[in-house]
């Protein structure tokens, strides 16, 4: 089992920056591969990017493409998620996810934990 802990979101204005965490605890972390979703109102998760056990190549939707980086530190069994440049239209809950595997996906049907989400606002 991995609990998944998601913090850092907020309010925040069109241009600006934030960094998302994901704390995860249980389950070898430093094994799995992690992945950040979002959900806006009225809409379905999205895949935003996924990041391999190693933390190399990550990989990212095209909407968020040099904007937003994904990083990890397994000494601290923690994911992040840099997003710069934001838009209203990133607006919505992020959502951290863990995989049993190491490699990563990008549908959310492949993760296996998840976290409870944190709001992302985006004002214009």
């Known amino acids: 089992q991995v609990q998944l802990v998601e913090s850092g979101g907020g309010l925040v204005q069109a241009g600006g920056s934030l960094r998302l965490s994901c704390a995860a605890s249980?389950?070898?972390?430093?094994?799995?591969?992690m992945g950040w979703f979002r959900q806006a109102p009225g809409k379905e998760r999205e895949f935003v990017g996924s990041?391999?056990?190693?933390?190399?190549?990550?990989y990212y939707a095209d909407f968020v493409k040099g904007r937003f980086t994904i990083s990890r530190d397994n000494a601290k069994n923690t994911v992040y998620l840099q997003m710069n440049s934001l838009k209203p239209e990133d607006t919505a809950v992020y959502y951290c996810?863990?995989?049993?595997?190491?490699?990563?996906?990008?549908?959310?049907?492949?993760?296996?934990?998840w976290g409870q989400g944190t709001q992302v606002t985006v004002s214009s």
């Open positions: 990041i391999s056990w190693s933390g190399a190549n990550p």
């Open positions: 249980g389950r070898t972390f430093s094994n799995s591969a």
């Open positions: 996810a863990a995989r049993n595997s190491g490699l990563r996906a990008t549908s959310p049907r492949l993760f296996d934990y």
